[in-house]
């Protein structure tokens, strides 16, 4: 059992060691990931994706606690089963991506939590609202086609009316609760 517990925490030590040892920056690969949202709508459960999201990751896997990540979110690309909610989504009263096309995650400082957990400290912004946030992070390393790549999952919830995304009708709690949950399933590749 010794030995068994031994590899499993080797394993993933040896495949950092075989990474560069200074910080290196990282992109998103596209093909693999995913930023979901998660709300409620009279109390059934929908989510959406935010597509094409773009972001570089500055950071050392062997000392994910120096990080600099800048996440860039095209809301007019977001993905979702209706078209009509989609019309909704992108009015004024919610994103009004006509005046704000895009929403962004910057992250300065990273607290290390355990051998592959992390939290990501910084700012959301959203429409015209910049607030900090905390997102815990699961890291994995791993080989795909004989490159090297990390994964990183998180779950988070945010207050949508923080961010102003819920004007009118739209204010009202009643139908749509104010707690949004972003799920994230991403891969980065070294640039």
């Not at 068994?4 to 200074?22: C, E, G, K, M, N």
């Not at 860039?72 to 009015?91: A, F, K, M, N, R």
């Not at 995650?105 to 992390?118: D, G, H, I």
């Not at 699961?138 to 919830?157: C, H, P």
Request: with cysteine.
């Amino acid at each position: 059992m010794r030995t068994y517990f031994y590899r499993a925490v080797l394993a993933p030590l040896l495949l950092l060691i075989s990474l560069p040892a200074l910080a290196a920056t990282w992109v998103i690969d596209p093909d693999d990931s995913h930023v979901y949202f998660k709300y409620t709508f009279g109390g059934d459960a929908y989510r959406g994706e935010f597509k094409n999201v773009e972001a570089i990751f500055e950071i050392d896997p062997m000392s994910p606690g120096a990080c600099n990540f800048s996440v860039t979110i095209p809301i007019g690309e977001i993905s979702i089963d209706s078209p009509e909610v989609l019309d909704y989504l992108l009015d004024y009263e919610l994103f009004d991506v006509d005046t704000w096309p895009t929403a962004s995650f910057k992250a300065e400082k990273c607290r290390l939590e355990s051998l592959n957990t992390f939290v990501a400290d910084g700012t959301l912004t959203i429409r015209d609202q910049t607030h900090p946030l905390s997102f815990p992070f699961k890291l994995n390393v791993e080989t795909a086609d004989g490159r090297i790549r990390f994964r990183l999952t998180s779950e988070v919830t945010i207050k949508r009316l923080e961010y102003d995304v819920g004007q009118g009708y739209w204010a009202n709690t009643g139908e749509v609760p104010n707690d949004v949950v972003i799920e994230i399933d991403v891969y980065a590749i070294q640039q």
